[in-house]
């Protein structure tokens, strides 16, 4: 028997979320459940949405991985030319979304970008494997190509030279971004849709300010 759209539902009953249970700052609390999601071995644990919008206005959304946070925000790496490198160029500020859905949680946070130091785009990027060294720089990422044969022989190229000995070296177009958070909210899947909501805002004082929204 079909099943119709509107009717798939999960009844999420984990577990609960309370303003006595969480930090006092949503980088610590973000953390806690960060290793209960690694320790859950969940797939991907890293994949986020990041949600970006150029000088139109208009939204746009892709999935990333995060590579790091701190006490100063949220940290991944990208191509500076492609599309959301050019909308960030535009307009500094996105929204990372993460769902854990086998612990039946969600984190939003929303806040101001910056380019990280040259220094630390280097760090990482000879930290990873030289196939996504060099694919960094084949691809010219979010332009038209002509077909998949012009990704493959740049990719080839450029194989072909570190093979022989040539260094590779990390292009100027791409590095890390920063989110650094204004609000991030923390989402716990309860009941019969009664999910628990909890907001931090960043204050002028720099302190947080912790509220509970209706599901």
């Known amino acids: 028997m079909k099943q119709e759209i509107a009717d798939i539902r999960i009844n999420y009953s984990k577990k609960s979320l309370s303003e006595t249970e969480v930090a006092t700052d949503p980088i610590t609390q973000f953390g806690n459940w960060w290793q209960e999601a690694v320790n859950s071995q969940l797939s991907e644990v ?93 691809s010219p990422q979010s332009a038209v190509i002509p077909n998949r044969a012009f990704l493959d022989e740049q990719t080839q190229t450029l194989t072909n030279l570190a093979e022989a000995g040539q260094p590779i070296i990390r292009p100027e177009h791409w590095g890390g971004y920063l989110v650094t958070p204004g609000t991030v909210e923390f989402w716990q899947g309860r009941p019969s849709r009664l999910h628990d909501r909890l907001r931090y805002t960043l204050q002028a004082d720099q302190q947080w300010k912790i509220e509970r929204l209706a599901p």
Not at 77 to 88: A, D, V
Not at 110 to 117: A, D, F, Y
Not at 123 to 129: G, H, T, V, W
């Open 46 to 138: 890293n994949a986020m949405t990041l949600a970006t919008a150029g000088a139109d206005g208009l939204p746009d959304a892709r999935i990333v991985l995060l590579k790091g946070f701190n006490p100063a925000g949220f940290v991944f790496f990208t191509n500076y030319q492609s599309r959301k490198g050019k909308e960030l160029e535009q307009n500094p500020h996105a929204c990372l979304v993460f769902f854990w859905k086998e612990l039946e949680r969600q984190v939003r946070i929303t806040g101001q970008v910056s380019k990280v130091s040259p220094e630390e785009n280097d760090q990482y990027f000879y930290s990873r494997p030289v196939g996504s060294q060099i694919g960094a720089i084949a």
